[in-house]
């Protein structure tokens, strides 16, 4: 494809493409065209390079003779059909005669209008803009609808990411407080309408505001990036939810999970951070970073909100008798 070519589609000039076995009427139509600013001509003697040159100039229409020696005129027009890069170029067949029968058959087999050779001339111009102009506004239309089917794709890709971050926390990377609170909603409907378990852990890193103000922000920053990971980690059903609450606070919703199956999870997440051995001189609890747990169901409960709030009276008890342990609501 040369950038001649591209111009011309760029200024909406016609490519024409002429099939015909017979230089003295390629001539006779070159001379016809010769004069038009607004017209490329094209020759094509051998009809088995058709299709190829048609697809590399660009054709925006296509003059093709109906009888010649190498191929049928019929056949080749099913296969200008047949092929992707030029099943919608107009085609105007050439015939030798005006037969009702023939122009039938070339009309049924693709083609787009039926001269008899040698056209008029100002008949021939006419049907060449035509039919190209048609052809090219409808390339523009399909480039248009591409163009605005790309966008909203990217629209949707970039919407779906503006969720994704959107219900992430930025420091940690895992859900945050706005995710928190739809799961916890729509996880408490889901459990009172279909009379189901629902669990909820409140989490509390032990002496965390020592290790910050000791240690440094960044070192504080490392810590709950750390704890976050261990406890997404340590969660392994699909339902399940690891959120931070806010601070040095994360919270864990378990869908279909009474208080003593609560429990078994609270245990696997306190061992997770215990197990990551990050080093804390300044803790009253150990000398390395531990968490409290929090945790009640929704077993004769009104609402969610008092379930949160059973869930943090059952932390502050963990943290009040001694820290690195899990409380159970009306199971203490």
Not at 135 to 164: G, H, P, T, V, W
Not at 166 to 187: C, H, P, V, Y
Request: glycine share 4%; hydrophobic share 40%; net charge negative.
């Amino acid at each position: 494809m040369s950038t001649h070519d591209n111009l011309s589609r760029a200024l909406n000039k016609c490519i024409v493409l002429l099939v015909d076995d017979q230089p003295i009427i390629a001539e006779g139509i070159r001379r016809m065209l010769a004069d038009e600013s607004d017209i490329v001509f094209h020759y094509c003697e051998d009809p088995g390079q058709a299709i190829q040159m048609a697809s590399d100039i660009e054709a925006t229409v296509i003059l093709q003779d109906l009888v010649m020696p190498d191929i049928d005129g019929m056949t080749l027009v099913r296969f200008f059909r047949a092929n992707m890069q030029t099943r919608n170029i107009p085609i105007i067949v050439l015939s030798s005669k005006e037969d009702p029968h023939v122009k039938s058959d070339a009309f049924s087999n693709g083609a787009n209008d039926y001269l008899v050779k040698l056209p008029d001339q100002i008949e021939l111009l006419a049907r060449i803009r035509a039919h190209s102009q048609s052809y090219i506004n409808q390339l523009e239309r399909d480039s248009a609808f591409q163009a605005l089917r790309e966008m909203q794709k990217q629209l949707e890709a970039s919407n779906k990411k503006l969720q994704e971050l959107s219900s992430l926390d930025g420091l940690t990377g895992i859900a945050n407080r706005r995710q928190f609170d739809e799961s916890l909603d729509k996880e408490w409907r889901r459990a009172a309408r279909n009379d189901l378990p629902l669990s909820l852990i409140l989490i509390d890193i032990d002496f965390f505001k020592p290790f910050n103000d000791n240690y440094g922000h960044q070192a504080g920053d490392d810590c709950l990036i750390r704890v976050a990971k261990a406890l997404k980690e340590t969660i392994v059903r699909p339902t399940d939810l690891i959120a931070r609450y806010g601070g040095e606070e994360f919270t864990a919703i378990l869908p279909d999970t009474n208080a003593e199956g609560a429990a078994v999870v609270a245990e696997k997440l306190r061992v997770a951070v215990e197990s990551l051995n990050i080093k804390h001189e300044h803790s009253k609890a150990s000398d390395h970073v531990t968490i409290s747990l929090g945790i009640a169901d929704k077993s004769d409960l009104p609402d969610l909100e008092a379930l949160i709030h059973k869930s943090d009276e059952c932390l502050y008890e963990a943290k009040e008798s001694g820290r690195n342990r899990y409380i159970i609501a009306n199971k203490k």
